[in-house]
């Protein structure tokens, strides 16, 4: 535990504390503030809508490229 000799010290302590403090609670403001910026990026419509037309092209083409590798035939219905 600290030992002050005068209240200067102690005053200059509670200022540099408060100063911290409001600091601290500047830096979590603007946290927050980034993270409403971004998730209304991310969770846009578009960005969603986007997002999936992406992910299924993206898989329609590994499928596409595993098949070329592979091989492996689709098979049909076919009706006797």
Do not use: H
């Not at 600290?2 to 946290?31: A, H, P, T």
Request: hydrophobic share 40%; glycine share 4%; net charge positive.
């Amino acid at each position: 535990m600290k030992q002050y000799s005068s209240f200067d010290e102690i005053d200059r302590d509670l200022k540099y504390l408060r100063l911290k403090s409001q600091i601290n609670l500047e830096e979590m403001k603007l946290g927050v503030t980034r993270s409403k910026e971004t998730m209304n990026e991310t969770f846009s419509p578009m960005n969603l809508i986007a997002n999936t037309v992406g992910a299924i092209v993206k898989k329609a083409f590994v499928l596409k490229v595993v098949d070329k590798i592979i091989g492996i035939k689709t098979v049909k219905n076919e009706k006797y």
